[in-house]
Nanobody, 123 residues
Framework: QVQLVESGGGLVQAGGSLRLSCAASGRSFSSYRMGWFRQAPGKQREFVAGIVWSADSEYYADSVKGRFTVSRDNAKNTVYLQMNSLKPEDSAVYYC????????????????WGQGTQVTVSS
């Protein structure tokens, strides 16, 4: 069992940056694959970024590639999403998720979810 708690969301101007954190509790956290998803009002939840084991194993949605960076600190049981050059279309509730399927982008293949944190980017 894994419990996830996101933090770090807020209001930022276009072009600004935010760093989201996802604190995990539970055993064997390091064995899970971690992902970030987002959901804007009226839209389906979409994959943003994922990380498998190390910094060499992250992967991104095309819409955020080059702007967002995902990382993890297994010693702190925490996953981060550094978001730079934010755009109004990045506004959404961001969710952290944990699962055991290698390299997946499908939300139904992540078993554990946080409550979400709101990110709002003003133009």
């Amino acid at each position: 069992q894994v419990q996830l708690v996101e933090s770090g969301g807020g209001l930022v101007q276009a072009g600004g940056s935010l760093r989201l954190s996802c604190a995990a509790s539970g055993r064997s956290f390091s064995s899970y694959r971690m992902g970030w998803f987002r959901q804007a009002p009226g839209k389906q939840r979409e994959f943003v970024a994922g990380i498998v084991w190390s910094a060499d194993s992250e992967y991104y949605a095309d819409s955020v590639k080059g702007r967002f960076t995902v990382s993890r600190d297994n010693a702190k049981n925490t996953v981060y999403l550094q978001m730079n050059s934010l755009k109004p279309e990045d506004s959404a509730v961001y969710y952290c998720a944990a699962g055991s399927v290698y390299g997946t982008r499908r939300d139904d293949e992540f078993a554990y979810w946080g409550q979400g944190t709101q990110v709002t980017v003003s133009s």
